[in-house]
């Protein structure tokens, strides 16, 4: 699936961004994390080819910003002219992930109304404290399509008092790298009976680095997380069978 990433660049903002993967590949080609610059393929889902193609076909799920955040405030000028671009191509699906939803309405575009019908965005919630922060705010915004991402999922976190049907799907996974902090498989199992109970699509992205299951502490290299997660058989599918799912590595080893 397609990634667009208009614009490179971020500021740690909370305790999910300690160990933030972008910095840590930045890292490796002595780039600058915290400098957010506009990047050459701004225009990416406008793009055509010599025979006068869409570079990204109608019908694809685009990742939307995976190496900043949307609503990062450097970027909020550009905003303007991506919300224009994702208008235009309103044959795609965009999804959006962001820490900054109390930034959402600054560059709004003024025919945003309730939202976009190609428009996903997805609130990461990592511990108890940014969900009772990020999701009363999120819950009232107009936006067609909503979900929440629990990862890293740093503790166990009751979501029950903000779950409604205004929530589509949540997707939940430990952290990756050296540095990873650990995740327990009761805290994933706990995020599991609030969506069954609300009957919204759960999705077990990933394990994580370290994880904890029957009181065993489990060190797992980064090709095996997401089909153990898958393995565990934990997913289950609410009123939305929802389509825009991260993709999953195939290559992995079983822990159950």
């Not at 503790?155 to 049907?165: D, S, T, V």
Request: charged share 30%; with cysteine; hydrophobic share 35%.
């Amino acid at each position: 699936m397609p990634t667009w990433n208009p614009w490179h660049g971020c500021h740690k903002l909370s305790s999910g961004c300690q160990n933030c993967y972008v910095y840590r590949i930045d890292q490796k080609h002595n780039r600058d994390s915290s400098v957010v610059v506009k990047n050459q393929d701004f225009n990416l889902p406008i793009k055509r080819s010599k025979k006068g193609a869409y570079k990204i076909p109608e019908g694809e799920t685009v990742y939307t910003c995976f190496s900043s955040d949307f609503f990062v405030e450097e970027a909020d000028e550009w905003r303007k002219e991506a919300w224009n671009i994702i208008k235009q191509r309103m044959d795609l699906d965009f999804l959006i992930i962001t820490k900054r939803i109390d930034r959402f309405w600054i560059s709004l575009p003024d025919d945003w109304k309730n939202g976009y019908e190609n428009v996903s965005i997805y609130v990461t919630c990592e511990n108890q404290d940014r969900a009772d922060y990020r999701l009363p705010i999120f819950q009232k915004l107009p936006i067609k399509h909503k979900g929440i991402i629990c990862e890293p999922l740093l503790e166990k976190i009751n979501l029950r008092p903000y779950l409604g049907e205004w929530v589509e799907e949540i997707i939940c996974g430990g952290e990756s790298g050296e540095e990873a902090r650990v995740c327990k498989f009761d805290w994933v199992q706990e995020i599991r009976q609030q969506c069954m109970e609300n009957n919204i699509t759960f999705t077990f992205k990933q394990t994580g680095a370290k994880f904890i299951k029957d009181g065993k502490l489990y060190y797992i290299k980064r090709e095996f997380q997401h089909k153990n997660a898958k393995k565990a058989g934990l997913d289950f599918t609410g009123r939305v069978d929802f389509k825009k799912k991260i993709k999953v590595e195939e290559k992995q080893i079983s822990i159950w």
